[in-house]
């Protein structure tokens, strides 16, 4: 089955907004770092990605490890720009980046949602800044992470996925 598309200027309905003021909340956060991302992936294998946990869309990384050459597996949040997926290395606003940004600075070439594509990271400021936008549009709460993040200094990286 393709990988979904997700369209960040699609209008989302009340049940959506719903869900989403849910996965910023404490519990919500809670649920999504020690649940969801554990029985996500799962979940995504079981129904070939028809059926998420939440109203967010997320997808299987699949990329080498930049340290052990392993293959490493991480469920994300996405978006599409046109062809290409969107990915933020938020880590729920934590102060270092997600481990998964490291892999994909060392070895480009990765899976997602069982599709290959070629990464690389946004660094032009008008197309970051475009980008984000477009990323508050299908969670919010990625707001909340910027905020985060910033006392420490701390930029949330932004990826561009072009299929090969």
């Known amino acids: 089955m393709p990988l979904r598309h997700v369209d960040p200027e699609r209008p989302r309905g009340s049940k959506y907004h719903a869900s989403v003021r849910f996965g910023r909340s404490p519990i919500g956060q809670f649920i ?3 649940i969801a991302r554990r029985t996500d992936p ?3 294998r079981l129904t070939r990605g028809r059926i998420n946990m939440g109203p967010i869309i997320n997808a299987p990384l699949v990329t080498t490890g930049a340290k052990s050459g392993k293959r490493r597996q991480v ?3 996405y978006f599409n720009d046109g062809p290409d997926v969107i990915l933020l290395a938020s880590n729920y606003g934590g102060a270092k980046h ?14 997602f949602g069982m599709e290959p594509f070629t990464a690389s990271q946004v660094t032009d400021p008008d197309e970051y800044d475009r980008l984000f936008g ?3 549009r299908v969670y919010a709460g990625y707001d ?21």
């Open 32 to 34: 999504a770092r020690h």
């Open 42 to 44: 799962y979940l995504f």
């Open 75 to 77: 469920q994300l949040t």
């Open 98 to 111: 997600p481990q998964w940004y490291y892999n994909l600075k060392a070895n480009p070439d990765c899976e």
């Open 134 to 136: 477009l990323a508050g």
């Open 144 to 164: 909340d992470y910027r905020e985060k993040t910033a006392p420490e200094g701390r930029t949330i990286p932004i990826f561009r996925l072009t299929p090969r």
